[in-house]
């Protein structure tokens, strides 16, 4: 196997820390697109790309993520987060490559008391899971050297997320009311890109490691948001703003959201001996990256 690999959706959080780590490993051979360089929706620019790039592997970090959002811009969220995992599968199969696609927590309902495995029945429960849910669905149909990687509360250095939302905000304001019965494990992109490397390169090493199927990859443990807000500002060391836990009622969002998706990892630690750290350590290690 060559050691060709094409990342889409390359500014985002994760193609961004990717991009960072795969500096340690001069071997492998890196692309990186985002949507000024490569449109993973038009199949013949895809086309066209893979047949001149002859990738490995295609890691589709690609996604339309703002869940509120999604509910007033449907045809454009199915456009990047169902059609395009389409496309891409597509046009692995055609050049024999291999795909590793990243999907969310979201295609759960969140009614489960007890994690979810790979098997549990999907029932998504907003635009967003639904499109999620319907990307991967349509990566099945088209060819099965796929990996899918469902995440969870996806956070780093880069872009918008939770973690630089309330640094940002514990310093304007005195009070801030965050949601206390969603329950979730939080997930540093930098730990996700490590274990999608680490699968690389088995893969890469010996194809024979290369497992196709559903996968769950966040940090270890599980907390409310309200409980991660806490632990953000307890490291970062803001006192100067006080948490208020308001219920989902009291807090209401254009989109639901499932008050519990946390994901049994057992899976992918089992099948490509990936350790996995626990959420709290590695927030510690992303607030030490990040200027406060």
């Not at 697109?33 to 013949?44: A, E, F, G, K, S």
């Not at 494990?185 to 490590?194: G, Q």
């Not at 090493?205 to 990859?217: D, F, I, Q, R, W």
């Not at 803001?238 to 946390?262: D, G, M, T």
Request: hydrophobic share 40%.
């Amino acid at each position: 196997m060559n050691s060709k690999i094409l990342v889409t959706g390359a500014n985002g959080q994760l193609g961004n820390e990717i991009r960072r780590i795969c500096r340690n490993f001069p071997g492998l051979e890196f692309i990186f697109t985002d949507v000024d360089m490569l449109d993973i929706t038009n199949p013949d620019a895809v086309s066209v790309f893979m047949e001149a790039s002859r990738p490995a592997i295609v890691v589709n970090c690609a996604a339309y993520t703002n869940v509120d959002a999604a509910e007033e811009n449907v045809k454009n969220v199915r456009k990047i987060n169902s059609l395009a995992p389409q496309v891409l599968a597509a046009a692995c199969a055609m050049q024999d490559a291999f795909l590793i696609h990243i999907s969310t927590d979201y295609v759960f309902d969140g009614e489960a008391t007890e994690p979810y495995s790979e098997d549990d029945e999907t029932n998504p429960i907003s635009v967003y899971g639904n499109s999620k849910l319907e990307g991967e669905e349509k990566i099945r149909t088209v060819f099965d050297n796929y990996l899918i990687i469902r995440t969870s509360w996806m956070y780093s250095e880069f872009g918008h997320n939770f973690v630089r939302t309330i640094i940002s905000l514990a310093k304007e304001r005195e009070t801030l009311e965050i949601v206390n019965d969603q329950f979730g494990s939080p997930t540093y992109a930098r730990d996700l890109a490590n274990c999608i490397i680490d699968i690389i390169i088995k893969s890469i090493l010996n194809p024979k490691a290369y497992l196709p199927g559903v996968y769950h990859y966040s940090n270890q443990g599980s907390c409310s948001w309200f409980e991660f807000a806490q632990e953000i500002l307890d490291i970062a060391g803001i006192k100067s703003c006080k948490l208020i836990p308001v219920s989902s009622e009291q807090f209401p969002s254009v989109a639901k959201r499932p008050r519990y998706s946390v994901l049994d990892t057992s899976k992918v630690r089992q099948s490509f001996g990936i350790g996995i750290p626990n959420w709290r350590d590695s927030l510690r290690e992303c607030l030490s990256s990040i200027r406060i």
